[in-house]
């Protein structure tokens, strides 16, 4: 059954206070630091190095991304009854955001580790990468802004590119992640709860909300780095100085999600635009252009 609520709005107006999986709410990522495993490298010995377990979680993450998109775009392009920003789609986007998150400090920790082994730890690496990935998410906010689908001041690419930053002095420690994951987690939600908002958007990255700006994506420094720094203490707590959690390869029914996980930030870029196109090649919703 449909709904004809947004129809005769403009379609601003439509995405107005509407939040994507990756946004204030929900959660919405290069290869290497949704997870350090997803670097891109064709040899023998990288995949060797590999922790299935990483790459399958990521790969459940990318599966349960589509699945929220999916009902995110009947919601919003098809105007179907359904209400993909609260409820139980609101929960279930906050859980697909959290993994993503909590993965990436996991994978930084990973990273760490192989770095520092091979010699090769410089704050140059996390920089460049750092700043690779915040380039993906300007382009991003380009994209938003051009097709009038709302403003993406500080998206989740935004704040992953950043936090690969941020976290470099932090890579090493465990109870300071731990500690300090907390207290920030906790300050931004406070400020979630209360409601801080102002009408400039450069505190938008701190978690002080744009007045009157639609934001289909809107993830924060406060509360969710402390997402990432708490993946950071989970990782060298179990992959620390070179250990390992599994041995051998993924079971059989695993496999399939492997490929997801090491490529997930090719992903990431491409499922939307995927999802919309087969879903209005098949009359399931109009775009209205």
């Known amino acids: 059954m449909r709904r004809d609520a947004n129809h005769g709005k403009s379609r601003e107006s439509r995405f107005e206070g509407r939040e994507s999986c990756f ?20 040899t023998v010995a990288a995949k060797s190095q590999r922790f299935w377990e990483v790459d399958a979680a990521r790969g459940v993450a990318i599966l349960m991304m ?15 009854a359904v209400d993909s ?23 930084l920790a990973i990273s760490h580790a192989r770095a520092v082994r091979a010699g090769r730890d410089s704050f140059r690496k996390y920089l ?14 380009a994209v938003f802004w051009v097709f009038g689908l709302g403003y993406v001041v500080f998206g989740i690419l935004h704040l992953i590119g950043v936090s690969i930053i941020l976290s470099y002095p932090l890579l090493r420690y465990r109870l300071v992640n731990l500690l300090l994951g907390a207290v920030v987690l906790a300050a931004g939600f ?3 709860g209360i409601g801080v908002s102002s009408e ?12 009157n700006l639609p934001m ?32 051998g390869r993924a079971p059989f029914f695993v496999r399939p999600l492997l490929p997801l996980g090491r490529n997930s930030l090719f992903i990431y870029l491409v499922h939307q635009p995927f999802i919309i196109a087969a879903l209005a090649a098949f009359g399931i919703i109009s775009l209205g252009f």
């Open 23 to 42: 946004s204030v709410r929900g959660f919405h990522l290069v290869s290497g630091i949704i997870g350090e495993g997803s670097e891109r490298n064709a």
């Open 66 to 80: 589509a699945v929220y998109h999916t009902v995110y775009d009947l919601d919003s392009f098809g105007g179907y």
């Open 85 to 107: 920003t609260s409820g139980f789609w609101a929960r279930f986007a906050d859980a697909t955001a959290t993994s993503f998150l909590f993965l990436v400090g996991v994978s």
């Open 128 to 141: 460049l990468r750092g700043l690779r990935v915040f380039g993906y998410g300007m382009l991003l906010t």
């Open 190 to 192: 406070y400020m979630m």
């Open 200 to 211: 400039s958007v450069w505190l938008s990255p701190f978690g002080v909300v744009p007045e």
């Open 216 to 247: 289909p994506d809107y993830r924060p420094l406060f509360p969710w780095f402390g997402m990432v720094l708490l993946g950071l203490f989970a990782g060298n707590v179990v992959y620390g100085a070179g250990r390992t959690l599994t041995e």
